[in-house]
Structure formats: C-alpha cells, structure tokens
C-alpha cells in the first residue's frame, strides 16, 4: 500500500490516545465502550490513523 512504501506508522500511543478519546464521548453507551475494545475496532481506528497520516504526507509534499 501507499502508506508502507512510504513507510507511515501507527504507534500504539497513537491508538490508545484515539481510544481514550472516543471512550470520552461514548461514555454513556456500555455497548459502545465494549465495542471500542474489540481487535476490530483497535484495528479500525490504527488505520483510520495511518490513511490520515498518509493524505497529510501526500498534502506536505504536493506543497514542495
């Protein structure tokens, strides 16, 4: 994929820190705290990360 060649990486702080912060707004919904914590979700949400990181790569150099 784009983001392996250009070697775009997800940490797990990244992850855990997206987590915290969705868990922040769903804090009311037990269902979706539960959700939030299943190996689909996790997954999910690390590359939601990635494809971000990778458009604001592909937008930094565009702009050089």
Not at 37 to 45: H, R
């Amino acid at each position: 994929t784009l983001s392996e060649e250009m070697k775009i990486k997800v940490a797990d702080a990244e992850v855990d820190k997206q987590v915290a912060e969705m868990q922040a707004v769903y804090q009311k919904s037990p269902e979706m705290l539960k959700e939030l914590q299943t190996p689909e979700a996790v997954a999910s949400i690390r590359n939601r990360i990635r494809v971000n990181k990778t458009m604001d790569e592909l937008v930094k150099l565009n702009r050089k």
